[in-house]
């Protein structure tokens, strides 16, 4: 009888080692798949904003004479400006707490993830052949450009946003997934 009131106490206690075992194999499941689908993308671009701009350009005279003038050109660029988070360039990590139903996410501070400028026009272009526009200035333009979408991205709030919607669409996930 005694026999079977241990046999009884062990069964009892192997189950529940058990079942504690299948619970711990279970989360560490949820928090791989987690930083799993996170990370497929290394980059997670929450935001993007489209932008276009238009400037005068001006080029100092090479060439000095009274007949020449400045060459000058009017530019009009366009693009797109990704913002969000580097996942594989910095330190994220995830805490899931079962007891509470928590999970923590830890992200990098989001940056400026890509510009991508999809029209660059050199419209009403005029220089001579004394002062003409090198390709040097042309590469110059450009980078300020880049620049120009950039500085605009961050003045309309790109980052701030960024944040707001990767919290936004976090919850979501975990909502659908583990909920």
């Given at each position: 009888?005694?026999?079977?009131y241990?046999?009884?106490i062990?069964?009892i206690f192997?189950?529940?080692a058990?079942?504690?075992?299948r619970a711990?194999?279970?989360?560490q499941?949820?928090?791989g798949?987690?930083?799993?689908?996170v990370?497929?993308?290394?980059?997670l671009?929450?935001?993007?904003?489209?932008?276009?701009?238009y400037a005068?350009?001006t080029v100092?005279?090479?060439v000095?004479?009274p007949f020449?003038?400045?060459?000058e050109?009017y530019?009009?660029?366009a693009g797109?400006v990704?913002a969000g988070?580097?996942?594989c360039?910095?330190q994220?990590?995830?805490?899931v707490?079962?007891?509470?139903?928590?999970?923590r996410m830890?992200?990098?501070?989001?940056?400026?993830l890509?510009i991508?400028?999809q029209r660059?026009?050199?419209i009403?272009?005029?220089?001579?052949?004394l002062n003409?526009?090198s390709?040097?200035?042309?590469?110059r333009?450009?980078s300020?450009?880049?620049?120009a979408?950039?500085?605009g991205a961050?003045?309309?709030?790109a980052l701030d946003?960024?944040?707001?919607?990767?919290e936004?669409?976090?919850?979501?996930?975990?909502a659908?997934?583990?909920?």
């Open positions: 009888m005694v026999t079977w241990v046999a009884l062990l069964l192997g189950t529940g058990l079942v504690a075992y711990s194999r279970e989360a499941a949820e928090k798949m987690i930083l799993e689908g990370r497929r993308v290394c980059k671009a929450t935001v993007e904003v489209s932008l276009a701009d005068k350009k100092p005279k090479s000095d004479l020449t003038k400045e060459p050109a530019l009009f660029y797109i990704s988070f580097d996942i360039d910095a994220s990590g995830i805490v707490n079962h007891a509470q139903r928590e999970v830890t992200l990098p501070p989001p940056r400026i890509s991508d400028i660059f026009e050199t009403n272009e005029q220089s001579g052949f003409a526009i390709v040097e200035d042309r590469n333009w450009y300020e450009a880049r620049s979408l950039e500085h961050l003045a309309q709030g946003r960024a944040q707001i919607h990767a936004e669409l976090f919850e979501a996930f975990v659908r997934h583990g909920g």
